[in-house]
């Protein structure tokens, strides 16, 4: 069988550690040796080659080598981390899946008879060329699922050079930028750290263990191992580069993980699923600019809105209009962005999540970032509320970090005090809730709260 130059890196890199689990490690000739029997496997249950399928599941050596598997048969693969039932559902009839396939056991189930192949599919399957699904919400709370072409995405990375990297898969297996992690990985010949179940303590364990050098992730997720002290607990001093994104990071969260960890390089990172993981370079150690490096990412800035264009953004859309795409293939990200004199860009928030003040535009990141400044605070979330007068007001739920005796309701006034100090008049929280934790979803980003 000749294997795609992706897959016939694998047994090269032979005995080299690919996958580190709490109780587990997997080498690069094991997931060679899985991907193998996984093709075998998919043969024998009658898979047919360039049918779409559901792959379910997070990262494990199974799950990974399926999705290799299914890539050398040129099958377009649909992903599912959720585990929920009604999601598997939706997702399954947005991509006409034909099949769902379980990343444990790689056992296929044949759904209702698909439907003929969308114009788009069938243009990948004319080329034999691989496709991959991922989703998105709309407004409606269905999913979008959004076509790529798998072997154009992968010919992105086959031009790296093996090196020594160990980084955590924190991001998920159906997210782009868990994607980007791993084909990252795969090319390089590095070394993969999962864990079962993300929380503070269990992944700085294991990034202890491992001697992790490069932590993807949030900063939901940061500020959790801030609050859980995760970082002073776990010897965590393989740690090399932190790089973050799926939402904006406050400055004082930024500010207070570089004091704890002066030794670690900060990376703002930025993509969308509709474009893939651009390429960026912070500004400066404690700066939230970032610059998009010169590559396949075109950009620019349309009313304050962050547009993007890539050479291996989607095909489309299967189940959804085009309309957030114009006529030349821009993509309007949705993001709203503060460029400097230097061309660099800051994130300032969704456009969606933006509060109205009597016409003034307040930015949750913004209001945030002064919240964490203070020592009573241990998180938050910004949101706007309704008001008659001015259309909305700022409002936020807080964790506070109570002292011994300390009563809540005078550290509360301390609280908006130090607000007014620092932000104008309409920006200061008039309402602060107080809450034990910030709601955040399976991928650690602060959920929308609905006024």
């Not at 500004?283 to 962050?306: I, N, P």
Request: proline share 3%.
């Amino acid at each position: 069988m000749n294997l795609k130059p992706l897959l016939a890196r694998l047994a090269g890199f032979a005995d080299t550690p690919f996958l580190n689990s709490a109780s587990a490690t997997f080498s690069y000739g094991q997931l060679h040796a899985e991907v193998l029997r996984q093709l075998e496997h998919l043969q024998a249950q009658g898979l047919p080659a360039q049918a779409t399928v559901l792959l379910l599941g997070d990262y494990s050596l199974s799950a990974i080598a399926l999705f290799l598997a299914l890539y050398q048969r040129g099958n377009v693969i649909a992903l599912d981390s959720s585990g929920h039932a009604q999601e598997v559902q939706h997702k399954a009839a947005a991509a006409q899946a034909g099949y769902l396939i379980d990343g444990a056991s790689g056992t296929a189930t044949r759904l209702a008879e698909a439907a003929a192949p969308t114009a788009l599919v069938a243009s990948l399957q004319a080329r034999g060329h691989a496709g991959l699904v991922l989703f998105s919400s709309g407004s409606t709370g269905q999913p979008k699922a959004m076509l790529r072409d798998l072997d154009a995405l992968v010919a992105g990375y086959l031009n790296k050079r093996p090196r020594r990297l160990n980084i955590f898969l924190f991001l998920l297996f159906d997210h782009i930028g868990g994607l980007n992690t791993l084909l990252n990985l795969l090319a390089l010949g590095g070394t993969a750290t999962v864990a079962a179940v993300k929380t503070p303590d269990s992944v700085a364990a294991l990034m202890a263990r491992h001697r992790v050098g490069v932590l993807p992730t949030s900063p939901t997720f940061l500020n959790l191992m801030l609050i859980n002290n995760a970082f002073n607990r776990y010897d965590l001093s393989a740690l090399r580069m932190i790089t973050y994104g799926t939402e904006p990071m406050p400055h004082s969260l930024l500010a207070a993980l570089r004091g704890q960890l002066p030794k670690v390089k900060f990376l703002q990172t930025f993509g969308t699923s509709e474009t893939g993981i651009a390429s960026t370079t912070s500004a400066a150690a404690g700066s939230l600019f970032m610059r998009f490096e010169a590559g396949d990412t075109e950009y620019r800035v349309v009313d304050g809105e962050l547009w993007l264009r890539s050479a291996t953004q989607v095909l489309g859309y299967l189940n959804h209009s085009m309309e957030s795409f114009t006529a030349d293939g821009w993509f309007k990200t949705g993001d709203l962005v503060e460029v400097n004199a230097a061309g660099e860009v800051k994130i300032l928030g969704r456009s969606k999540e933006v509060i109205n003040v009597g016409g003034e535009k307040v930015y949750p990141a913004e209001v945030e970032s002064v919240l964490m400044q203070h020592p009573g605070v241990r998180d938050c979330k910004a949101y706007g509320e309704r008001n008659g007068l001015t259309g909305q007001f700022v409002a936020a739920e807080v964790v506070l970090g109570l002292a011994a005796g300390e009563d809540a309701q005078a550290l509360l006034r301390g609280i908006r005090q130090f607000c007014r100090g620092r932000l104008d008049a309409y920006k200061v929280p008039v309402r602060l809730k107080v809450v034990e934790a910030i709601g955040y979803s399976a991928r650690y980003k602060k959920l929308l709260i609905a006024s």
